[in-house]
């Protein structure tokens, strides 16, 4: 698996942005539980295991990109600058053409569900929650009705969404 290459590509990339970086890496780890989570509760369901963890890698790769042409890190903007910039690199490690297209879908919709339904996309989409639902929604201000309430509506599939009550409603 070419994951450390990428996670080398992604601090290059983003050099003293150790924030994006750090983002980046706290997603793959989400990535990697919820797969092994789907895999032993849907044995016979498919994933592509390097799909999920490249995708998680580059997700926000478009953010730089994005700041520059228009002075915003706002998804939509990620979505269309983030697939070029993981293409170039995915492309300089040889990653499988199909893969890559697929990758490439992912960000170009991680923050619009609903225009990619695989699994690979939904717990993708799940792991980046999981890493943003705090900050986005001010968790700590909720009380643990309203976080419910939150998971119930942000995440995509049913292991997500027990990934995020462990983490979220375990200390209320």
Not at 103 to 115: L, N, R, S, V, Y
Request: contains cysteine; proline residues 3%.
């Amino acid at each position: 698996m070419l994951k450390n290459k990428l996670i080398e590509e992604l601090e290059n990339y983003f050099a003293e942005d150790k924030e994006r970086i750090n983002h980046a890496l706290r997603v793959t780890c989400f990535a990697e539980e919820l797969i092994d989570i789907f895999k032993e509760k849907h044995p016979k369901k498919d994933i592509n295991e390097q799909v999920i963890i490249y995708s998680a890698v580059l997700h926000d790769i478009g953010i730089k990109n994005a700041e520059l042409k228009y002075d915003s890190s706002a998804g939509h903007y990620q979505e269309i600058e983030g697939p070029p910039v993981a293409r170039e690199i995915m492309e300089s490690l040889n990653v499988d053409f199909e893969m890559m297209d697929e990758i490439a879908e992912i960000i170009a919709h991680h923050h619009t569900p609903g225009k990619v339904s695989s699994n690979n996309f939904k717990l993708l989409y799940d792991a980046d929650w999981l890493v943003n639902l705090p900050e986005v929604y001010n968790l700590k201000s909720k009380n643990k009705v309203e976080k419910e309430k939150l998971i119930e509506k942000v995440f995509l599939c049913e292991i997500g969404k027990e990934l995020a009550r462990k983490e979220f409603l375990a200390n209320n």
